[in-house]
């Protein structure tokens, strides 16, 4: 069986390498890059299933980098593995189109996975910071509670698709977006939410009429 092919992006040359064995006994490695550039380059010559990198990075950061590739229409699945557990920098990341947030100090198991989730098409947050993010997304939206959250345009339609029973896929096909843009949606939905999976999402959707 094949093993998913992983690219690693970051500007010390011990934590790549430490990294390297983390990930060994999982995937196989597409290349080391120690910079933004490179790793959007690496990316586009590489074809990598995914990419394990960096916030501070030369050239281009690792969420520049990230912008880069969605512009450039490369649906790579990046997972940031980095020192920054600051809430903003997790929103921005996550805004960008992250699929992942992990926190250099987490055990290995959990870098592991979140790319595994990531390769599902999934989020993941490590869990240390994932408690401090829903509070700030619940104070931005004045705690108002679950009937004065504003979604968005975009959400309203994903949503109402959710509840039609439509896959991630099917309604990336519809809005014509990418799957990864539905599941940033989602996953915002449910942390503003304060909801725990698809599920109680699509009852919240009824309940408050909006399907």
Do not use: C, W
Not at 33 to 52: S, Y
Not at 119 to 126: A, D, K, M, Q, T
Not at 185 to 205: D, P, R, T, V, W
């Amino acid at each position: 069986m094949t093993r998913p092919r992983i690219l690693l992006a970051d500007d010390h040359r011990i934590v790549a390498e430490g990294l390297k064995g983390i990930l060994a006994g999982e995937f196989e490695l597409a290349g080391v890059v120690e910079d933004g550039q490179k790793m959007v380059d690496a990316a586009r010559t590489l074809h990598p299933d995914a990419i394990v990198a960096d916030i501070t990075m030369p050239l281009l950061n690792g969420i520049e980098a990230l912008e880069t590739l969605r512009k450039q229409g490369m649906e790579i699945p990046v997972i940031f593995l980095t020192m920054h557990r600051e809430v903003e920098y997790a929103s921005l990341a996550l805004e960008a189109g992250a699929a992942g947030y992990v926190l250099k100090h987490a055990a290995p198991e959990e870098l592991v996975q979140a790319v595994r989730v990531a390769l599902s098409g999934g989020i993941y947050v490590s869990p240390s910071l994932a408690g401090d993010l829903f509070q700030a997304t619940k104070a931005r939206s004045g705690e108002k509670g679950e009937s004065a959250v504003a979604l968005t345009a975009r959400q309203r339609d994903i949503l109402r698709l959710l509840a039609d029973g439509r896959s991630a896929k099917e309604i990336a096909k519809t809005l014509e977006i990418s799957s990864r843009t539905v599941e940033f949606h989602k996953y915002k939905m449910m942390e503003s939410l304060g909801l725990k999976n698809s599920a109680e999402l699509i009852q919240f959707a009824i309940k408050r009429g909006i399907v």
